[in-house]
């Protein structure tokens, strides 16, 4: 993954990541990332909200040895905290680690079952690994427990396209985005069909990030 493209979310990223590749989520500022930790006194233990933002910063830096070791703390420490995921799994893509990015995220589904923007985000990883019929399924149980967020129904048209059905990903995409948008999006998804293609054939290699 090229550092350049580390500040945007995963959630949006499924068509960018066909010509950029994958990205993260944005930062805190500074001010409430220190509000944060000093909040209640330097004794106190860190929220499971202040090590997500350290993990979020040290990754930014390019310190993902040091982010990994917080991610194991928050797994332990806060096994229930949705970010425990959706950063572990962003810090492991930044490594190019995607299949242990898909089962990180896997790991948080078993403790939240049917959980959205982990479905979403385990999809993205999915594309990343050019496995189109899983990242669809993810797409499509993340769009049906939240069928209202554009991002889900974003990456189910970028899936209805990758799988050529054309007409059903404009209908969907020209829900959330503006129709030149809508036409823009199929045409980067036209472009990357030949990829996906290529690593589901018999006897094809899967392409890796």
Request: some cysteine.
């Amino acid at each position: 993954m090229h550092p350049s493209v580390i500040h945007r979310s995963l959630r949006r990223a499924a068509v960018a990541l066909l010509a950029t590749g994958a990205a993260l989520g944005g930062c805190q500022s500074a001010q409430e990332s220190q509000k944060d930790w000093f909040e209640g006194g330097p004794m106190q233990p860190a929220s499971a909200e202040t090590l997500q933002l350290t993990v979020r910063v040290l990754a930014a830096k390019g310190q993902t040895a040091q982010a990994g070791f917080l991610l194991n703390r928050m797994l332990v420490d806060h096994p229930d905290h949705l970010g425990t995921y959706t950063e572990g799994a962003e810090v492991l893509l930044i490594e190019g680690r995607v299949d242990d990015a898909i089962d990180w995220l896997s790991r948080g589904l078993e403790r939240m079952p049917g959980q959205p923007l982990l479905l979403n985000d385990r999809g993205v990883c999915h594309l990343l690994s050019a496995d189109l019929e899983s990242a669809a399924r993810d797409f499509d149980a993340a769009h049906a427990a939240d069928p209202r967020d554009a991002d889900f129904v974003s990456n189910v048209a970028l899936a209805r396209a990758l799988q050529g059905q054309d007409e059903e990903a404009l209908r969907l995409w020209n829900m959330v985005v503006s129709p030149g948008e809508a036409a823009s999006n199929l045409r980067v998804a036209a472009a990357a069909r030949r990829k996906f293609a290529s690593a589901t054939a018999p006897g094809g290699v899967v392409i890796r990030r």
